[in-house]
């Protein structure tokens, strides 16, 4: 059995940043894709940003580029998320999730076999 665990999150101020950081526990296994997910209240989860393995490629969503980075180390199944020039409205639970198989939907929840649990990233004005 696979366990991601997420840390890094906390409490800050408009304009700040943040560090999220992912790492997989358990069995061994090769994800093709890891990424990060937001749910913010009353709200549905959104993407936020992936790294693929195979080709080293990242995509973040809109609203962060610019802003987030997601970086990783595939040997160890680890993920990051450098959050700056955070805005109230990235206030969410951000949990990171795993792909197994190849598949070309980068942002579709359902293709993520693996989940964490979530941090709280919550940003104040």
């Known amino acids: 059995q696979v366990q991601l665990v997420e840390s890094g999150g906390g409490l800050v101020q408009a304009g700040g940043s943040l560090r999220l950081s992912c790492a997989a526990s358990?069995?061994?296994?090769?994800?093709?894709?890891m990424a990060w997910f937001r749910r913010a209240p009353g709200k549905e989860r959104e993407f936020v940003c992936a790294?693929?393995?195979?080709?080293?490629?990242?995509y973040c969503a809109d609203s962060v580029k610019g802003r987030f980075t997601i970086s990783g180390t595939n040997a160890q199944s680890t993920i990051s998320l450098q959050m700056n020039n955070l805005k109230p409205e990235d206030t969410a639970v951000y949990s990171c999730?795993?792909?197994?198989?190849?598949?070309?939907?980068?942002?579709?929840?359902?293709?993520?076999?693996?989940w964490g649990q979530g941090t709280q990233v919550t940003v104040s004005s």
């Open positions: 790294i693929s393995w195979s080709s080293g490629r990242t």
């Open positions: 999730a795993a792909q197994i198989a190849p598949t070309a939907l980068t942002t579709d929840t359902t293709t993520y076999m693996y």
């Open positions: 358990g069995r061994t296994f090769s994800p093709y894709r």
